[in-house]
């Protein structure tokens, strides 16, 4: 295992470009099961949730090549379903978005049962709930899910709660269903319409991705497509708390403003300077920082996965606040490792109280999922003396190179062995 070696307190200053966003690019790849032609990808980011869903892939019959650094092909005219299995879907919960494209290609599709996670309960429920709705015979039996349809047929889908993912699933299955499906309750995360936006140049019928239901009318094949990945809005946001927390000034460019409007007013609630143009936002911190409460809620709300980098940042606060998490059950695992640097976080329930702290001391602390590790490095960039942030494969998951990138505006951190 990996760790990084943090010396902080110096401030970062500089421009960065956003990478492409993970979380638009897994239902991209996903999607290439639906495709009747090759695909193009362009933009992809090279981390390790990539590589999973591609050796996914390639268990069904979709090969892939990469030109280049960052675009990526894939030839799916030798797709077949098949068995997702459970050591790759356990490692990346987002390997179950195979499950629609497979049934309404294919037929029939066998995908091991997510389970749970570090950061709480995701259940799948409501993936299950729309394809039965559409017509598919759902077994559930040692482990995995097995669905089977001739052909899915439209339906009118209420999601219990909101789930992107299940959004996302049922979106790709119903692009070959029989008649018109109407998903209510619907994700309007970004990433939901930039896959709304690769199906309709497929040659699908989906109207209404942004807004809380969407509308899409089945057809009988889909081609191939070519896209550039869009920005990833929660790195742009890591990178805009990165120079907050460490009193800096840094510009992230290749973003889209928009997409993280929720976290730029609090961080001008908290007295950062934050500009913007159309593709480049800019923090600068100069004076205290003040508190500021958040509550994590979908899209268009407080992200969940810019949570625990926004703690870290309140742990410098001139004051108390409080951090309230609706979306999981057990997102604070941070707020103990961030105590081991001197924070000041008392928990209950779903919300942590923090008291801000005139500075955080390094430390050896230990990343617990992916955003947590985020978290861990910034508060490591902005504490007193050395951090040691262990087991930072969970970072590898959705930050590529990051300590390469950080060290190019300023900061002293290091990738070391175990």
Same mark, same amino acid.
């Given at each position: 295992?990996?760790?990084?070696?943090?010396?902080?307190?110096a401030p970062l200053r500089g421009?960065?470009?956003?990478?492409?966003?993970?979380?638009?690019?897994?239902?991209?790849?996903? /999607?290439?099961?639906?495709?009747?032609?090759?695909?193009?990808?362009?933009? +992809? @980011?090279?981390?390790?949730?990539?590589?999973?869903?591609?050796?996914?892939?390639?268990?069904?019959?979709?090969?892939?090549?990469?030109?280049g650094g960052r675009e990526l092909?894939?030839?799916?005219?030798?797709?077949?379903?098949?068995?997702?299995?459970?050591?790759?879907?356990?490692?990346?919960?987002?390997?179950?978005?195979?499950?629609?494209?497979?049934?309404?290609? $294919?037929?029939?599709?066998?995908?091991? =049962?997510?389970?749970?996670?570090?950061?709480?309960?995701?259940?799948?429920?409501?993936? !299950?709930?729309?394809?039965?709705?559409?017509?598919?015979? !759902?077994?559930?039996?040692?482990?995995?899910?097995?669905?089977?349809?001739?052909?899915? #047929?439209?339906?009118?889908?209420?999601?219990?709660?909101?789930?992107?993912?299940?959004?996302?699933?049922?979106?790709?299955?119903?692009?070959?269903?029989?008649?018109?499906?109407? =998903?209510?309750?619907?994700?309007?995360?970004?990433?939901? +319409?930039?896959?709304?936006?690769?199906?309709?140049?497929?040659?699908?019928?989906?109207?209404?991705?942004?807004?809380?239901?969407?509308?899409?009318?089945?057809? #009988?094949?889909?081609?191939? $497509?070519?896209?550039?990945? @869009?920005?990833?809005?929660?790195?742009?946001?890591?990178?805009?708390?990165?120079?907050?927390?460490?009193?800096?000034?840094?510009?992230?460019?290749?973003?889209? @403003?928009?997409?993280?409007?929720?976290?730029?007013?609090?961080?001008? &609630?908290?007295?950062?300077?934050?500009?913007?143009?159309?593709?480049?936002?800019?923090? #600068?911190?100069?004076?205290?920082?003040?508190?500021?409460?958040?509550?994590?809620? @979908?899209?268009?709300?407080?992200?969940?996965?810019?949570?625990?980098? $926004?703690?870290?940042?309140?742990?410098?606060?001139?004051?108390?606040?409080?951090?309230? &998490?609706?979306?999981?059950?057990? #997102?604070?695992?941070?707020?103990?490792?961030?105590?081991?640097?001197?924070?000041?976080?008392?928990?209950?329930?779903?919300?942590?109280?923090?008291?801000?702290?005139?500075?955080?001391?390094?430390?050896?602390?230990?990343?617990?999922?992916?955003?947590?590790?985020?978290?861990?490095?910034? /508060?490591?960039?902005?504490?007193?003396?050395?951090?040691?942030?262990?087991? +930072?494969?969970?970072?590898?998951?959705?930050?590529?190179?990051?300590?390469?990138?950080?060290?190019?505006?300023?900061?002293?951190?290091?990738?070391?062995?175990?």
């Amino acid at each position: 295992m990996d760790q990084f070696r943090i010396r902080g307190g110096a401030p970062l200053r500089g421009e960065m470009e956003a990478s492409g966003s993970k979380n638009a690019t897994l239902p991209m790849l996903a /999607a290439s099961l639906l495709a009747e032609g090759p695909c193009r990808l362009r933009g +992809v @980011p090279r981390l390790q949730d990539i590589y999973t869903i591609l050796d996914l892939l390639e268990g069904f019959g979709v090969r892939h090549e990469w030109r280049g650094g960052r675009e990526l092909l894939l030839d799916p005219s030798g797709a077949r379903t098949g068995t997702a299995p459970y050591n790759l879907v356990r490692t990346m919960r987002a390997s179950v978005m195979v499950l629609g494209p497979l049934v309404t290609r $294919f037929g029939r599709a066998r995908v091991s =049962l997510p389970g749970g996670c570090a950061i709480g309960a995701r259940p799948i429920d409501q993936h !299950i709930k729309g394809l039965e709705a559409m017509g598919a015979g !759902i077994r559930l039996e040692t482990g995995y899910i097995e669905a089977r349809a001739e052909r899915l #047929r439209g339906a009118r889908i209420s999601f219990d709660l909101i789930t992107v993912t299940g959004t996302k699933n049922l979106m790709m299955a119903a692009a070959l269903a029989e008649g018109v499906t109407v =998903l209510e309750n619907a994700a309007r995360e970004p990433e939901v +319409v930039s896959l709304a936006a690769l199906l309709n140049q497929m040659g699908a019928r989906v109207k209404g991705a942004g807004t809380p239901i969407i509308e899409v009318e089945g057809v #009988r094949s889909l081609r191939g $497509f070519e896209v550039e990945v @869009p920005p990833d809005r929660i790195e742009t946001g890591t990178l805009m708390i990165a120079g907050a927390i460490t009193r800096g000034d840094v510009t992230v460019r290749r973003c889209v @403003p928009a997409h993280v409007d929720a976290l730029t007013l609090r961080l001008r &609630e908290a007295g950062l300077d934050v500009t913007e143009g159309e593709d480049w936002v800019r923090v #600068r911190s100069e004076g205290a920082i003040r508190p500021v409460n958040v509550r994590t809620a @979908p899209y268009p709300g407080f992200p969940t996965d810019l949570q625990a980098q $926004f703690m870290a940042l309140m742990t410098l606060a001139e004051g108390a606040c409080a951090v309230t &998490e609706t979306i999981f059950e057990n #997102r604070f695992m941070h707020a103990a490792e961030l105590g081991r640097m001197g924070a000041r976080i008392g928990l209950d329930g779903r919300t942590a109280h923090v008291e801000g702290v005139p500075a955080l001391q390094g430390a050896v602390v230990m990343a617990t999922d992916l955003r947590a590790s985020a978290s861990l490095v910034l /508060a490591g960039l902005a504490a007193r003396g050395e951090t040691v942030v262990r087991r +930072v494969y969970h970072l590898d998951r959705g930050y590529e190179s990051l300590e390469t990138r950080l060290r190019s505006i300023g900061a002293d951190i290091q990738r070391v062995a175990e």
